[in-house]
């Protein structure tokens, strides 16, 4: 396994620790909006950004990983929050992968993985997603323009049954998977690929 250097993670059996895993390319305060808001709404007592190697789906490679880390990491100072890189440790690209991974590791722990809706909406694309939600409850944290059609989505009409209202997002975590909730709070637009755009910037470019 690959140290990333300050990566030790530290949970303990009955933690409710939420998992944004993300390209973080580059990381942004829309990143930190939805930590801070998913952490106060799901109940969560430590979330962890997992910077990935890369999205599988994505065409284009994402920045260098050290990079990534080490820009998230100086935007981040709520200790409740970890940086890591612990997909590249792992070497788990897919998500269905990773949480397995996880799971294994801190058996007891109550994880959530938590994603922008605009990610629900092509989540029925990922890897054995049936098996993501059946591991572990989903936090969908709104985002601007993409909420009719993320509450549309084939995933969300398959798993609506497991849907739990907005007002009982606080219980989220301690729900047995298959469950899932969508929260709308205050959005931001922010996003990664704007910040790039207006860098007029590739995926991956430095500069
Ligand atoms: N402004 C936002 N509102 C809600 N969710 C967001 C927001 N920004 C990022 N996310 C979510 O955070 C996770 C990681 O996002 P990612 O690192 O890909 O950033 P991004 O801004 O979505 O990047 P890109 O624009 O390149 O797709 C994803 O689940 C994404 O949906
Ligand atoms: O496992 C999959 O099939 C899969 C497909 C697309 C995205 N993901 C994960 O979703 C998270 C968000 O990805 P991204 O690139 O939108 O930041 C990140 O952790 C990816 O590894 C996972």
């Known amino acids: 396994m690959r140290a990333v250097a300050g990566d030790t993670l530290i949970a303990l059996p009955g933690q409710?620790?939420?998992l944004l895993g993300g390209s973080f390319d580059p990381p942004?305060?829309?990143?930190?909006?939805?930590?801070e808001m998913a952490l106060r709404r799901f109940r969560l007592d430590r979330l962890w950004w997992l910077v990935s190697p890369g999205n599988p789906l994505k065409p284009?490679?994402?920045a260098p990983l050290a990079d990534r880390i080490a820009s998230a990491r100086a935007l981040v100072h709520d200790p409740r929050i970890r940086v890591t890189g612990i997909e590249a440790q792992l070497g788990?690209?897919?998500?269905?992968?990773?949480i397995a991974a996880l799971r294994a590791r801190w058996p007891g722990v109550r994880f959530v993985w938590l994603m922008g809706s605009d990610n629900l909406i092509q989540f029925s694309r990922w890897d054995r997603w049936r098996g993501i939600a059946a591991q572990v409850p989903i936090g969908v944290i709104a985002r601007p323009g993409t909420r009719t059609q993320?509450?549309?989505s084939r995933a969300a009409r398959i798993m609506w049954g497991a849907r739990l209202p907005e007002s009982r997002a606080g219980l989220l975590a301690d729900a047995p998977a298959p469950a899932w909730v969508m929260i709308n709070g205050p959005m931001t637009a922010l996003s990664s690929s704007a910040i790039r755009a207006a860098r007029n910037l590739a995926p991956g470019s430095r500069g």
Do not use: F
Request: overall charge positive.
């Open 60 to 62: 284009h490679g994402p």
């Open 16 to 18: 409710r620790i939420g």
């Open 28 to 35: 942004h305060a829309g990143h930190l909006h939805i930590t």
């Open 92 to 98: 788990t690209r897919w998500t269905a992968d990773t």
């Open 150 to 152: 993320a509450r549309t």
